[in-house]
Structures are given as C-alpha cells and as structure tokens.
C-alpha cells in the first residue's frame, strides 16, 4: 500500500508547495520587522527613507525607498488578499 502512495507524489508540486511555505514565513518575518524599524523599537534611528545607488549599462540610478506608518487608511485585511 505505501508503494502506492509513494508512486503518486508528485515531487516538483511538493517542491513548490515547501517554497511557497518558506516565501510566506520569510515575508511575514520581513513585514515584522520593516514595522518594528518604522514603529521605532529596531533602532535608535527616525530614519525611514534607504536609497540604493547603482550602475547598469554606463548610466547610473538611485531607487530611494521611503516607509511610513499609516492608521486607518479604510482598507480591510480582505481587500489586501
């Protein structure tokens, strides 16, 4: 019987599934902390803008990230999934 059931698995879906469970667990971790480091217990710091300078193709570009903490914005955790 284990035979059986061994022979129907299908290791990429398991594959995919194990990596969706470790994306989930890694965004939830990052969201944890981006809202500890804005809500002002992960650093000592009130900076809340990074920006990241690089090189590609002889031009160069700045991307700038700026995080703010927003209360009742009028979206439900239902709209966001």
Known sequence: M???IARDRDIELENIIGNLMIAEYQVDKLQSR?????GGLGSGSNKKSSS???KKNDKWYRVTLS?????????????MA
Do not use: A, H, P, Y
């Not at 981006?34 to 804005?38: D, Q």
């Open 2 to 4: 284990s035979e059986g």
């Open 34 to 38: 981006l809202s500890e480091r804005v």
């Open 52 to 54: 990241f300078v690089f």
């Open 67 to 79: 995080v703010e903490e927003m209360t009742n914005i009028g979206i439900t955790d239902d709209e």
